[in-house]
């Protein structure tokens, strides 16, 4: 789950849109396909300072503007971690949750689920989010919440 006003890499380009802004049927940019995948869902939830623990992963903690300014995600949120595999000089990934790199923050949020229609990596705010499917979020329970619908600007396709 990503916190309201978190830019989202929308296009290969690298142009951006604040989460709030996404809607079903958009597509966002994934960066282990190097492709585009569309969004089969987008949820929102207006949560208070009691219901929800999140963390807080400081600018720069990924590198230079990685992210630009503090982000606040959910703290089971997996977020992806450069790996070396091995002597050939290959890299790879990890996936770790959000806590292991930021520090638990108790503060009221407007948070956004993400559903794309086949697992996904994401850049918000240049940090790479793991995104998962909609069967793999079947019966995980991520956020009861209503649909957030917004008309979507024309300018954001490719």
């Not at 969004?39 to 929102?44: E, G």
């Not at 909609?134 to 917004?150: C, E, I, N, V």
Request: aromatic residues 6%; contains cysteine; hydrophobic residues 40%.
């Amino acid at each position: 789950m990503i916190v309201a006003q978190t830019p989202v890499q929308i296009c290969r380009s690298g142009k951006i849109a604040l989460v709030e802004d996404l809607n079903t049927g958009d597509r966002i940019y994934d960066a282990l396909t190097d492709s585009h995948v569309e969004l089969a869902d987008v949820r929102s939830r207006q949560c208070s300072a009691a219901q929800v623990r999140l963390t807080r992963i400081e600018a720069g903690r990924f590198g230079v503007n990685r992210p630009r300014q503090d982000m606040i995600v959910s703290r089971h949120q997996l977020v992806a971690r450069p790996i070396s595999k091995g002597m050939s000089g290959d890299f790879g990934c990890t996936f770790i949750p959000a806590h292991v790199f930021g520090n638990d923050v108790i503060v009221p949020a407007t948070l956004f689920v993400l559903i794309p229609e086949r697992p996904a990596i994401i850049l918000a705010d240049g940090v790479a989010l793991y995104l998962m499917d909609k069967m793999l979020l079947q019966g995980r329970g991520t956020t009861a919440s209503a649909p957030f619908r917004r008309p979507r600007p024309q300018e954001w396709q490719d």
